[in-house]
């Protein structure tokens, strides 16, 4: 039975009033409800460190996180994006961001696309399965049009944010425009300390849970602005944590250059005051807890929490901690893509599990659907698969294709990308600058030396060249015109005063897609062709090798 966690919550929450059988294969149709369907909370942070919680020594007070860890399952090689945007794009679709156009970059203010309208979204699933479906918290998969946000892709209900960097207490603005609504209309929070965003998310999840129709189960989308950037908190909270020294070791990344120059400055570090702004989170995460307790429901809710990338290791920008692993948020090394991630379910999981199979963001989409007896109604193949046995019945679930990743934030045309083939591992940087491109290759095996170390790309270039290949390949199925890291506005562009009035209507829209500037269907398909490898012209298409011509789409 689970354990109540009553006692962990701290009175500040409260100042509001891997492959195996298809999961095909266990569903019934999505028309029945079952009684017994578990309810789904996903809490997802916003690059925390995989050092940061309490249970793993931080010096952090985490209670209600350290309680999921113990009443269920610790992924302990559990891997993300790099970055925001594609961490969460792969979450809700199940399928690699690559393929998206949603891979190098995060969804930025002035960026007008976000995730293809034919791509089917985890949530849509759950909802045509009579589950209720709400989100409480960050969007940042596109808000130029009403076809891209929540209520179009699945959630019945969406309290939050469109954009990243709003800050923790209104007005929730970005570049001087407010962010905050419900249902897309915008609205107004409490000022002063009732209106700090982590304890408003709670606090309407709770009230949500409440007031939910309890003869249907639901889903829950809960992805906190904490701890990102800019980091703010509870003076009462940055008072306890006041004394807290930063003892962090070196990235080994070139970030560490950076915080060299930070500190040589003096710029304070960040620590202290992130300490406080993920105490705040995990007691927002602990009055949720609190409420499936309170509604009888805990033992049959699958709570899973994870962060979207790594922790920021640059000294007075971020305070997380990603050791034992190399690097930090935007970088392919491990401390950039394996991340904290926690799951429980007391009817199904046994308590103190440890999973040290490599699960991926990809795979949450199946194996959820799989946990509950949902139908995926997704058109398009996943990418994730089923980890449902691994986590249930510590089956080793096997994966057919190779982990990949990739980063260009920050610097436009400075990429670093990730192969990742059972316990071998490459990392390859790729610089074009105006008159050349240089490419480095590192090669890594996580089993004797998941901190990155050890380079053996010299001792296995028969592997390197392999792998190098299969990230090629990867790359190629990248839109021509997905996200890229333009950080700075397009010259002239104005931002709106609010962002819940920014998108354009979808009364006002085509009701097709645009595709390219080919004029017929032909033509498409020879440009998409002579781009070959630079990306793909064509949505959706992974190329057919023909012989003597090279990788084309099929009509």
């Not at 993300?80 to 949603?102: C, E, F, H, K, Q």
């Not at 807290?244 to 970030?255: F, I, M, N, Q, V």
């Not at 950080?487 to 979808?506: C, E, K, N, V």
């Not at 097709?512 to 500037?517: G, L, Q």
Request: aromatic content about 10%; hydrophobic content about 35%.
């Amino acid at each position: 039975m689970h354990k109540s966690i009553t006692h962990l919550l701290s009175p500040l929450v409260f100042l509001s009033g891997c492959f195996s059988v298809q999961a095909e294969t266990l569903q019934p149709s999505s028309a029945e409800i079952q009684p017994e369907q578990p309810n789904i909370i996903i809490m997802v942070a916003d690059d925390i460190g995989f050092a940061d919680p309490g249970f793993r020594g931080s010096g952090i007070e985490t209670p209600a996180i350290d309680s999921l860890a113990a009443d269920g399952v610790t992924m302990n090689r559990f891997y993300t994006a790099p970055i925001s945007s594609p961490t969460r794009a792969a979450l809700m679709t199940g399928r690699d961001p690559i393929r998206l156009g949603v891979a190098y970059s995060v969804v930025l203010p002035w960026d007008s696309g976000g995730v293809h309208t034919s791509e089917h979204f985890m949530p849509e699933s759950f909802q045509a399965a009579g589950y209720q479906t709400a989100m409480m918290g960050k969007w940042h998969l596109g808000h130029s049009q009403e076809n891209f946000l929540p209520n179009r892709r699945g959630f019945d209900y969406f309290y939050g944010h469109l954009h990243t960097e709003v800050g923790y207490y209104p007005p929730f603005s970005l570049l001087g425009g407010k962010d905050f609504q419900e249902n897309g209309k915008s609205i107004d929070a409490p000022e002063g300390a009732e209106g700090y965003s982590t304890f408003l998310l709670a606090n309407k999840t709770s009230e949500w849970i409440k007031e939910r129709d309890k003869s249907k189960p639901f889903f829950l989308y809960l992805p906190f602005l904490a701890p990102h950037e800019p980091l703010e908190a509870p003076q009462t909270l940055i008072d306890k944590y006041a004394d807290l020294k930063d003892e962090r070791g070196p990235a080994r990344s070139p970030s560490d250059d950076i915080s060299k120059v930070s500190k040589m400055t003096g710029t304070k570090s960040r620590r202290p005051l992130y300490a406080a702004v993920v105490d705040a989170m995990d007691q927002a995460v602990g009055k949720v807890l609190k409420t499936l307790d309170d509604e009888n429901i805990a033992d049959n809710t699958i709570v899973m929490f994870f962060s979207d990338n790594g922790a920021t290791r640059v000294h007075g920008r971020g305070g997380g901690d990603n050791a034992p692993y190399r690097g930090g948020k935007g970088e392919v090394y491990e401390g950039g893509i394996r991340v904290v991630s926690v799951m429980r379910w007391p009817d199904k999981i046994k308590s103190g599990t440890i999973l040290n199979d490599t699960m991926t963001v990809m795979d949450v989409f199946p194996t959820l659907t799989a946990a509950s007896r949902v139908k995926p109604l997704n058109d398009y193949k996943l990418d994730g698969i089923n980890m449902l046995p691994a986590l249930t019945e510590g089956k080793t679930v096997k994966r057919k294709e190779p982990v990949f990743f990739t980063s260009e934030i920050p610097l436009y045309n400075s990429f670093g990308y990730t192969t990742i083939d059972g316990d071998w591992k490459l990392v390859q940087w790729v610089t074009q600058e105006p008159m050349s491109t240089s490419v480095t290759q590192e090669l890594y095996n996580l089993a004797d030396d998941p901190g990155e170390y050890n380079d053996l790309s010299s001792k296995e270039p028969k592997r390197v060249a392999k792998m190098s290949q299969q990230i090629l390949t990867r790359r190629a199925l990248h839109p021509i015109n997905g996200v890229r890291a333009r950080i700075s506005s397009p010259p002239g562009w104005r931002p709106p005063l609010d962002w819940a009035t920014y998108p354009r209507p979808s009364t006002e829209l085509q009701e097709i897609p645009a595709t390219s500037m080919a004029p017929t269907r032909t033509s498409e398909h020879v440009l998409d062709y002579l781009h070959d490898e630079r990306g793909r012209l064509i949505y959706n298409c992974e190329p057919t090798h023909v012989p003597f011509v090279g990788g084309v789409c099929i009509p």
